[in-house]
């Protein structure tokens, strides 16, 4: 039942933002941008780089969630737990910043316009989610320890060194 509930989320979720919106706007396709010589190596592989990235940010903070947070990263079915170990000792929110290096990289990949666009819509919703929907969520299911951890670790940017949630920092 709990892969079941991972898949769900996952398709419903990360999947329709990186897959399917994408491919229904993506347009007409330039992969190597019409650049010549060895330049048009260039997009390919940067937009490839991101979406590896992206893809495993979202692979290890699904992994989180299911192992520590004892959920899954939809908002019908959250975790238990308050995650801050691997990647969120860093950022608070190293899956959507997965989704955003996903479709950045898609953008670049193909050449395609329409996805850029996509990214901005998506960055621009979820910079209004996030503070007014999930964080205050977080807040009320998880109190105090939310509290530190949201005063220590930022919201988009990562820190270089990792929070340690044990010795204070101010």
């Known amino acids: 039942m709990a892969l079941w509930r991972q898949l769900l989320s996952i398709g419903i979720l990360p999947f329709t933002v990186t897959v399917l919106v994408p491919g229904w706007i993506a347009g007409p396709v330039s992969i190597g941008w019409g650049l010549d010589g060895p330049l048009v190596l260039i997009p390919p592989l ?7 990235t992206g893809l495993t940010l979202m692979a ?4 989180l969630f299911h192992r520590v947070g004892k959920g899954t990263l939809a908002p019908w079915d959250e975790t238990r737990n308050l995650v801050v170990e691997g990647s969120y000792r860093h950022v608070r929110n190293p899956m959507i910043s997965g989704v955003f290096s996903i ?3 898609e953008a670049i990949l193909l050449g395609s316009f329409p996805i850029f666009v996509w990214l ?3 960055v621009a919703g979820s910079a209004l989610y996030i ?12 109190g105090e320890p939310y509290l530190l951890y949201k005063h220590h670790v930022p919201r988009w940017i990562p820190h270089r060194t990792p929070w340690d949630q044990l010795t204070p920092k101010s």
């Open 46 to 52: 940067v937009g490839t780089a991101l979406v590896a």
């Open 60 to 63: 290890r903070t699904i992994s």
């Open 103 to 105: 479709l950045l990289g």
């Open 120 to 122: 901005l819509a998506f």
């Open 131 to 142: 503070p007014l929907s999930e964080e205050p969520r977080l807040e009320r299911r998880f």
